[in-house]
């Protein structure tokens, strides 16, 4: 069973609102002899001085709201004349995100006369087009393997720091008043540090490391593709050597049971030896007709 409100907690905030909130809690307490502690926790807790302000301003009001809604006011009149900064943005087709190049999108029209005439020269043969491929990731792999070997035979280097201050040293000389030796400091650079420090190159192997089996995978797959276009060309010649026989048989066939109308065949387009056709077609695919 919840605990009975405490009357004394509204009647301090009546005192609070009838001071108008100039009250210390100090005085709220006597006046209610109650601890200051507890007029604290119900100023907190009833959120007093919300209800202070509700009192005081009327909710149909804007200007008594006291969220800043940011930004200027409706309908002002601070950018008028202002055109902005036309260069704000960067140009169409800029290069500024242009690092290492391996992402970057190429525009015709930014091309140099080299880059045109290769572009004018290329091949949309497939085989010439993966064979070039091939062997540029080929230089590229030789390139980046040189780059290990460099990188490797340099794994340890050594940085020498060396300090130098310039320090009083004590020399003898001949007084000149009685010729005895006497003690001079004279002012001498002097090496008063020497650090060695050994460190290895192994972030740049591991980086390149890292490149050359992106470019090995990519070579990998060109070759693949090749192979798999010079076996697609094979067996696009056999399907057509194959339907040529075909037809060189039917047309055989055809002239053994309908003979030709004229005997010398002179207008004939059949070939004269479609036999002699059929076997030089066989023995290019390989096949033994007597087996």
């Not at 509700?54 to 940011?70: A, D, F, H, L």
């Not at 601070?78 to 900064?85: I, L, P, T, W, Y």
């Not at 590229?140 to 050594?158: D, F, P, S, T």
């Not at 067996?235 to 037809?247: G, M, N, T, Y």
Request: a neutral charge.
């Amino acid at each position: 069973m919840a605990r009975k409100r405490d009357p004394n907690r509204d009647k301090a905030l009546e005192i609070f609102l009838e001071h108008n909130g100039e009250v210390a809690n100090r005085k709220v307490a006597s006046l209610l002899s109650v601890p200051e502690k507890t007029i604290s926790a119900w100023k907190s807790r009833d959120k007093w001085n919300e209800v202070l302000q509700k009192n005081n301003c009327s909710t149909t009001e804007e200007k008594c709201s006291t969220t800043n809604k940011g930004g200027a006011p409706p309908r002002n009149q601070n950018a008028k004349g202002n055109k902005g900064n036309k260069h704000a943005a960067p140009p169409s087709g800029n290069k500024n995100a242009v690092k290492t190049g391996e992402f970057e999108t190429i525009f015709v029209d930014t091309l140099t006369e080299e880059e045109r005439d290769i572009y004018s020269n290329l091949s949309e043969d497939p085989s010439f087009i993966l064979l070039e491929e091939i062997r540029l990731l080929k230089i590229r792999q030789h390139r980046m393997m040189k780059r290990i070997k460099e990188a490797e035979e340099g794994l340890n280097q050594k940085e020498i720091a060396e300090l130098y201050e310039l320090r009083g040293r004590k020399q003898f000389v001949d007084s000149e008043k009685n010729g005895k030796k006497i003690a001079v400091e004279v002012p001498v650079i002097t090496m008063t540090e020497k650090k060695e420090k050994t460190f290895r190159k192994i972030e740049d192997i591991l980086s390149i490391e890292d490149a050359l089996t992106r470019v090995s995978n990519q070579l990998a797959r060109a070759v693949k593709q090749f192979g798999e276009l010079e076996l697609n060309k094979k067996r696009k010649k056999l399907i057509e050597a194959q339907a040529k026989i075909a037809s060189l048989k039917a047309e055989e066939l055809e002239l053994e049971i309908v003979p030709p109308s004229n005997p010398n065949n002179d207008n004939d387009e059949v070939p004269d030896d479609i036999d002699s056709e059929i076997i030089k077609l066989e023995q290019e695919l390989g096949i033994d007709r007597n087996g």
